[in-house]
C-alpha cells in the first residue's frame, strides 16, 4: 500500500510540533528556519543529500550547505489531494557560527520562488530550481 508522503510530513510535523519545542541552537553552529504563508507546508528534507531529522530547521556547521525542502500548497486543477508538491533547493556558502537564517517561499499559481535570509533581513540567496509535480 502506497502511503501519502504529505500526509507522513504533516502528521510528523504536527506530532513534534506539538510534543516537542524547538531545540535551542547549538553554539558555533547556523540556524535555519523555516517560514510559511498560510496554505504552504514547507518541511526540511535533506542536508547535503543526507535525510534530517527535524523537518521543522535545519542546523549546519559553519561554511557550505546544500539545502532541500519539500514544500506543498493547494492548487486549482490538481488531481489527488488539490496540492501541487515540490522541491526546493538552496545552496549557499558562507553560513556564519551563531547566526540565524530563514528560508522563506513565495507561491503565485504554477511559479514558485524561495530565498535565504540573514538576521537583518538581507535577502542573500533565491533557490537555484524548484521542481515541481514530484511525488512528495
Known amino acids: 500500500m502506497k502511503f501519502n508522503?504529505?500526509?507522513?510530513?504533516?502528521?510528523?510535523?504536527?506530532?513534534t510540533a506539538c510534543s516537542a519545542?524547538?531545540?535551542?541552537?547549538?553554539?558555533?553552529?547556523?540556524?535555519i528556519g523555516i517560514e510559511t504563508q498560510p496554505g504552504q507546508q514547507m518541511s526540511a528534507?535533506?542536508?547535503d543529500n543526507k535525510p534530517v531529522q527535524d523537518g521543522r530547521y535545519?542546523?549546519?556547521?559553519?561554511?557550505?550547505?546544500?539545502?532541500?525542502?519539500?514544500?506543498?500548497?493547494?492548487k486549482e486543477n490538481i488531481q489527488?489531494?488539490?496540492l501541487r508538491k515540490c522541491e526546493v533547493h538552496i545552496r549557499y556558502a558562507d553560513f556564519l557560527a551563531d547566526q540565524q537564517y530563514r528560508i522563506k517561499a513565495r507561491t503565485n499559481g504554477w511559479s514558485?520562488?524561495?530565498w535565504l535570509y540573514d538576521e537583518a533581513n538581507e535577502k542573500l540567496v533565491?533557490?537555484?530550481?524548484?521542481q515541481c509535480g514530484v511525488a512528495g
Open 21 to 31: 519545542p524547538l531545540p535551542a541552537p547549538q553554539k558555533g553552529m547556523a540556524w
Open 112 to 114: 514558485v520562488r524561495a
Open 45 to 47: 528534507r535533506r542536508l
Open 5 to 15: 508522503y504529505l500526509a507522513i510530513v504533516i502528521s510528523g510535523l504536527l506530532s
Open 126 to 130: 533565491e533557490s537555484q530550481h524548484v
Open 58 to 74: 535545519f542546523q549546519v556547521q559553519p561554511g557550505k550547505h546544500a539545502l532541500e525542502l519539500f514544500l506543498a500548497y493547494p
Open 80 to 82: 489527488g489531494d488539490g
